[in-house]
């Protein structure tokens, strides 16, 4: 099965900061990659799918990139309302889709 | 408008089995898979499993393996989602997602999740 490596485990950083979330897949998935956002007690929402494609509705400071085994999920403007644990996942439909371990984003 | 609609919670004995719905609305329910994941209290996300909505095939898991089962009914619109024999690290929430496989790759549309308690 492909691993999927999220780093960090969780991230600090105050309002109007720029955030960066790593992702590693444990071999070539080429553009395979969704992430997401989950707030408590919710279901996750993708935000990202196929590795850079913003989903409808979703802020224009998320943005991701990549492909083959590293990707990346960017915040360019830290905002309150970000406050979540945010999720890659191997998403070829073809594969197991698992998921990266999560990251917890907070606000300074 | 899409809506995947999961029945509600359950609270069984470890040994039981455990069948969750997963009702969906607002598209073409054979065009689309569905997949299974679940969350542990605290934990992070764990995918369980998918299922090809049009011919019924599957892929689980390796660590659930022997013990899930994945159907649908094209009929009603509607997925579902068997697990046995139970045990204490089974107590999880549950979701239902559709997948647009190469149209958009990730899970779309959520289930709102079915709280599943395992306890003696």
């Known amino acids: 099965d492909i691993q999927m490596t999220q780093s960090p485990s969780s991230v600090s950083a105050s309002v109007g900061d720029r955030v960066t979330i790593t992702c590693r897949a444990s071999?070539?998935?080429?553009?395979?990659v969704a992430w997401y956002q989950q707030k408590p007690g919710k279901a996750p929402k993708l935000i990202i799918s196929g590795a850079t494609n913003l989903q409808s509705g979703v802020p224009s400071r998320f943005s991701g990139s990549g492909s083959g085994t590293h990707f990346t999920l960017t915040i360019r403007s830290l905002q309150p309302e970000d406050v979540a644990t945010y999720y890659c996942?191997?998403?070829?439909?073809?594969?197991?889709?698992?998921f990266g371990q999560g990251t917890r984003l907070e606000i300074k | 408008q899409v809506q995947l609609v999961q029945s509600g919670a359950e609270v069984k004995k470890p040994g039981a089995s455990v069948k969750i719905s997963c009702k969906t609305s607002?598209?073409?329910?054979?065009?689309?898979?569905i997949n299974w994941v679940r969350q542990a209290p605290g934990q992070g996300l764990e995918w369980m499993g998918w299922i090809g909505t049009y011919k019924g095939d599957t892929i689980y898991a390796e660590s659930l393996q022997g013990r899930i089962t994945l159907t649908r009914d094209t009929f009603t619109k509607t997925a579902y989602l068997e697990l046995r024999s139970l045990t204490s690290d089974d107590t999880a929430i549950y979701f239902c997602?559709?997948?647009?496989?190469?149209?958009?790759?990730?899970?779309?549309?959520w289930g709102q999740g079915t709280l599943v308690s395992v306890s003696s």
């Open positions: 071999q070539g998935i080429n553009y395979w």
């Open positions: 607002g598209y073409t329910f054979t065009t689309d898979s």
């Open positions: 997602a559709r997948d647009r496989g190469i149209a958009t790759p990730g899970l779309d549309y």
């Open positions: 996942q191997q998403a070829n439909s073809f594969l197991r889709g698992t």
